[in-house]
């Protein structure tokens, strides 16, 4: 604490302790624009809470996720709040990473989807409380669509996206048929393309964790993704994560755009978006094998099990993730912009229904996801668009290395399925999975 003034007199001691007192959270959390939101109004929290102040570190998708790992597994300490994801928790927990979490009756842990709830607990135990959660859709601009004498279906399969894509593309005037994730990380294309995999029939590993990249399956979702990305793709999509396809849809410059479903209601803002009123929604394809390209993700709020300020950290979070907090959302920005995806109770508020076109498909994508059998062959694994084990991070991080440089041209296909597989296969052989 810095003093800019000498102060005298038993009243000013008082104030001097009380702020000495104060505690200060330290919250790591990601760049997208719910997270933004958020810090905007936490003066509502603060002033509910003088004795706790709060210091941010926003940081992209890909940095946040490596800064949080090596600090909880290296005991560093330096945040009492995690932004983290359905991915970590399970992992985390088991490793007694982080603190489980309990709330007053007030908060109603039990309004919680199940499917966002299940993946964020352990053996029934809630480890981290749901900020928003998602699955992935396709959004689509319905006036290009009708200029192209197309109708989109609520259920679209991979041909008929493909077939829409190339139609609508107009590249001399910078409208792409399709802007999908090329930005390498485990949690960026890996996202993507594990999630599409599932619907070709592929999958990471087999029942005896041999890595499947050797496989048609994974030949045949490759090189249809990087086929209709150069044929409908923006240039330069390599770099495109969610950030940059989202900037890119709201410029009018995608035909479509598969991704999460929480870009729903900025690509529908007036205020951000440039085609608000000409998006419409469907399902994430299918090629008829039982399972769909959609995922399930939950950005949630955890505690370290190295901070010492537990106490004060529960009370932000609980703040954070409430039904008071969406209320308070919708009272300064409306119902559209509240986070959505985690309490069922927001699905059953006709104010966010009729303010939400998006919210049915947001529900549907969110319950047509099955972490527990992602694929259509068994795996030994549960997870969608990642496989809930430690080693799939980094193992993850280097496949979307070679897919991108797949994308960006710099290797083929077939060269890079080929690195997937020898280097899935060395980590896995080192880590003891296989021999």
Request: proline fraction near 5%; glycine fraction near 8%; charged fraction near 20%.
């Amino acid at each position: 604490m810095t003093l800019k003034f000498l102060l005298y007199g038993a009243s000013c001691t008082f104030i001097l302790t009380a702020v000495a007192q104060a505690e200060t959270l330290t919250i790591a959390t990601v760049n997208n624009g719910d997270m933004i939101r958020m810090q905007k109004l936490t003066g509502d929290f603060t002033a509910k809470n003088p004795d706790i102040e709060l210091e941010w570190v926003t940081l992209e998708e890909n940095v946040l996720r490596q800064r949080v790992t090596t600090d909880i597994a290296t005991k560093g300490g330096q945040f009492d709040i995690m932004t983290i994801g359905t991915y970590e928790v399970p992992i985390w927990a088991k490793q007694d990473w982080l603190v489980p979490l309990e709330f007053d009756a007030s908060y109603d842990v039990d309004d919680i989807l199940p499917a966002i709830r299940g993946g964020l607990s352990v053996d029934g135990t809630l480890y981290a409380a749901p900020f928003y959660g998602e699955s992935s859709m396709v959004m689509y601009r319905t006036d290009l669509f009708e200029q192209a004498g197309l109708t989109m279906p609520d259920a679209p399969t991979w041909d008929f996206i493909a077939d829409a894509a190339r139609k609508v593309t107009d590249k001399d005037n910078e409208i792409f048929g399709v802007c999908l994730r090329g930005k390498a990380g485990w949690g960026e294309n890996m996202a993507f393309l594990t999630a599409t995999a599932n619907s070709f029939g592929a999958r990471w590993f087999d029942e005896d964790w041999n890595p499947q990249f050797d496989q048609q399956a994974w030949s045949d979702t490759l090189n249809f993704y990087l086929d209709l990305m150069k044929d409908a793709g923006p240039p330069g999509a390599s770099s495109n994560g969610f950030n940059e396809n989202l900037a890119l849809f709201q410029s009018g410059k995608c035909g479509m755009w598969i991704d999460a479903t929480v870009a729903a209601s900025f690509v529908t803002n007036p205020n951000d978006s440039t085609v608000a009123d000409k998006v419409g929604f469907a399902l994430a394809p299918d090629n008829g094998l039982g399972k769909r390209g959609n995922w399930l993700w939950a950005w949630s709020l955890a505690i370290p099990a190295g901070s010492a300020k537990i106490d004060a950290a529960k009370k932000f979070i609980a703040w954070a993730t409430s039904k008071e907090y969406t209320e308070l959302v919708a009272s300064t920005e409306g119902w559209a912009n509240v986070p959505p995806g985690t309490r069922t109770s927001l699905y059953e508020n006709a104010a966010y229904l009729e303010a939400a076109p998006f919210a049915q498909m947001t529900l549907d994508s969110i319950n047509s996801a099955d972490p527990t059998s992602p694929t259509v062959d068994p795996v030994p694994y549960v997870g969608v668009q990642f496989v809930a084990i430690p080693e799939f991070q980094g193992i993850a991080t280097s496949v979307g290395q070679q897919f991108a440089a797949a994308l960006a041209g710099s290797m083929s296909a077939e060269e890079a399925l080929e690195a997937a597989q020898k280097l899935t296969e060395r980590e896995m052989k080192r880590a003891g999975y296989i021999k």
